[in-house]
């Protein structure tokens, strides 16, 4: 099993988790395993389930399984879908009986650094960070007022309209010096392609249009068409 979580660069506990395995289980040859395709596993959505006790189960943001999985339709889940949950912890055998744990998280407020990107917005709630299987950050709001979305740097308008993998409606700005950032969910869009913009103008209204949980919007600072963290760009 070693040897396999090594080759695949998955760990031994999700080849364990998804196979029914223990320390113990010897392989033999011709034996067929399931490999998790990222680090992370596979759940198979069961009678019962939803997105956010998957996700409480194996201690993720449910965005995080939404955004991986393309999921359109958060509200419904078929029952038998193979589900890849990123990152997730394997549960652990439970022997004295335990409260569920909140699932709220508190509000993570930014201390913003330099940078040629301003916040996109005026909501300041991080809900979820950058990581190796979230390209981007997520801010969200409270209520239902949506906020506006502002240009984060001056530059050109290359996308404006409905991704159907899962952004919705977004609207993509190409600036100076190879970056592209990334606004995604929105319920408005004010710009269209071939709009010069500049800093702090509005570009539309926060939403959560396309693969969403709820109002917020997925956030991407892109250099040569790679992810990076926003965070490390943002004034
Ligand atoms: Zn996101």
Known sequence: MYGIGEKFKISVDAIKYVNNLTDYSVLKPGQKITIPPVSGLIHKVQDGDTLQS???KYDVPSQAIADFNYILDVSTLAVGT???????????????????????????????????????????????YFSWY???????????????????????????GWDPWGLGLHVR?????????????????????????????????????GNSTGPHVHFMVQYSGVAQNPLNYIQ
């Open 82 to 128: 193979e589900l890849v949950v990123p990152g997730a912890k394997i549960p652990q055998p439970v022997y004295i009986p335990t409260a569920v744990p909140s699932i709220i998280t508190p509000p993570a407020y930014v201390d913003v650094g330099d940078g040629w990107c301003m916040w996109p917005t005026t909501a300041r709630i991080i809900t979820q």
């Open 54 to 56: 998957i996700a409480v």
């Open 173 to 209: 700005i190409s600036h100076a010096g190879g970056y592209e950032t990334v606004y995604g969910h929105m319920s408005k869009i004010y710009v269209s392609y071939g709009d010069e913009v500049e800093q702090g103008e509005t570009i539309g209204l926060m939403g959560s249009t």
């Open 134 to 160: 979230h390209n981007g950050i997520d801010i969200a709001v409270a209520g239902s007022n949506m906020p506006p979305m502002y240009a984060c740097g001056g530059g050109v308008v290359v996308r404006a």
